[in-house]
């Protein structure tokens, strides 16, 4: 079982030991749907969080530039220059995987909100307490996803974060597919190459980031 199912797989059972708990102490089936509800927005919220704390794990690209046999002379160079990126990597990353998360979560609960709100209003009690908690905290979540997914464009900043992060890998895979240190004029040609697509590629990743329109350092 790998992670995300595991992760679905406890969700799923933290949500029914809560239904079932709140159940026994009320017999009231709103608050049992209140208790799963509970559950659900914590699972949503946590993956969310975690890449925005910067908790996703980079791949092992480093590696490719470390272990690399074609660099010759120029490998301390371009072994410092990832050194210098590697930061940058990583915030891609988490960045690409905070608002892929957080778009999902919006398209999956406004899904979920706009099935079950017609079905559960037809059972909707407004003296009951229960039912009026389950029915507010349902909508001012959804609500709130969707505000902020458009808020920071998350879908557009998923998007160009990972275009970004796959553009760098894709250059970095070519570069060393091309380099013979047998030619260093030609070896140092290449290198500097990369270092001007690399820093290409981060232009155009501060332009996702903060929405602006393109320069004309950008070609």
Known sequence: MNPKQAFAAYTASAAVVAATAAWYFTSNPWAAGLGALGVAIGATAVPVLQAMLHRVHLD????????????GAERDRVVEHYGRLKGTLVYWKNEAAAHHRLYQASVIWSLLSGVLIPVLVQFYDESDAWSKGFMTILTTWTGFLVAITHTFKSEHRYQGMRQQESDYYDLARTFLDQVEPDDPTELARLVDRYFEDTARIRRMARRVETGTPPSGLDR
């Open 60 to 71: 092992a690209a480093p590696t490719w530039l470390q272990d690399s046999k074609n660099l």
